[in-house]
C-alpha cells in the first residue's frame, strides 16, 4: 500500500515556466513533508520541507502549498531553469519519526 | 568532499553469493539508514542505526544484515544474493533519529545476474 503517492510520473515545462508537482498521503499522523531532489548518479538531497502547521512554504523558486484537510500538498518551482531537470520525491513522516516514507517521484525536464 | 561514502559505486554479483555495502559518514551524525531503490518503486526504508544500536528494521529478510563497526561505519552485508535484489542501496543519516533531516549517499548500484 503506497502511504504517498505523487503525480504527475513525469513533467516537462519550458524554461521560465512554472512546473507544479502533486503529492497525496494517507496517514494523518504524518506531519514532517520534506522534498527531494535527485540527479542521475547521486543520491536524494533535501531541497525544501513544510511541517503540517503551516500552509505555505516558500524558498526562493521554490514553493511548498500545503492542505491538512484533503491530505495534499504540491511543490511549484517558479522561472524553471534547465539545471531544475531531475527528479523529485515528496517524503512524509510523523514528527520525531525514524522513517521517512517516499513517493516514487516525478521527474522534471526543463527544456531551455 | 562527499561527506557520505560509499563503496563500491557498482557492483555485479551472481545468484547465490554474498556481498558487503560499504558506507561511512563524515557528517559527526548519530543516526544512519539504509534505504533501496528499484525501479518504478520509491525509496524505501530498510533499516536505522543511532550510536550503532538498531533502532527500526523494516526489511523481512533475514538475509540483508548491517554492520557498524564504528559510530560513521554502517556497512550492509546481503546473503544468498537474489536477481530481485538487484538495485540501488543508499546509505543516509542525519543527526539523530528523532531529527527528520536525511543525508543520502550516492548509492551503490547492485545488479545480480
Known amino acids: 500500500q503506497q502511504q504517498v503517492r505523487q503525480s504527475p510520473q513525469s513533467l516537462t515545462v519550458w524554461e521560465g515556466e512554472t512546473a507544479i508537482l502533486n503529492c497525496s498521503y494517507e496517514n494523518s499522523a504524518f506531519d514532517y513533508f520534506p522534498w527531494y531532489q535527485q540527479f542521475p548518479g547521486e543520491g536524494p538531497a533535501l531541497l525544501i520541507s513544510?511541517?503540517?502547521?503551516?500552509d505555505k512554504k516558500e524558498d526562493g523558486r521554490f514553493t511548498i502549498f500545503f492542505n491538512k484537510r484533503e491530505k495534499k500538498l504540491s511543490l511549484h518551482i517558479a522561472d524553471s531553469q534547465p539545471g531544475d531537470s531531475a527528479t523529485y520525491f515528496c517524503?512524509?513522516?510523523?514528527?520525531?519519526?525514524?522513517?521517512?516514507?517516499f513517493g516514487t517521484g516525478t521527474t522534471v525536464s526543463v527544456s531551455p | 568532499d562527499p561527506k557520505i561514502i560509499q563503496k563500491p559505486k557498482y557492483l555485479v554479483a551472481v545468484t547465490g553469493s554474498e556481498k558487503i555495502l560499504i558506507c561511512e559518514q563524515y557528517?559527526?551524525?548519530?543516526?544512519m539508514y539504509w534505504y533501496r531503490q528499484s525501479a518504478k518503486k520509491p525509496l524505501e526504508f530498510m533499516f536505522s542505526?543511532?550510536?550503532?544500536?538498531?533502532?527500526d528494521n523494516q526489511t523481512a529478510s533475514s538475509r540483508f544484515q548491517p554492520q557498524s563497526s564504528k559510530k560513521n561505519h554502517l556497512d550492509l552485508q546481503i546473503t544468498a544474493l537474489k536477481p530481485d535484489d538487484s538495485a540501488t542501496y543508499f546509505c543516509?543519516?542525519?543527526?539523530?533519529?528523532?531529527?527528520?533531516?536525511?543525508?543520502f549517499g550516492a548509492g551503490t548500484r547492485l545488479s545480480v545476474l
Open positions: 542505526y543511532s550510536y550503532q544500536k538498531l533502532m
Open positions: 557528517l559527526g551524525h548519530n543516526a
Open positions: 543516509a543519516s542525519s543527526h539523530s533519529t528523532s531529527q527528520n533531516t536525511l543525508y
Open positions: 513544510i511541517l503540517s502547521v503551516s
Open positions: 517524503a512524509a513522516t510523523p514528527q520525531g519519526g525514524r522513517a521517512l516514507i
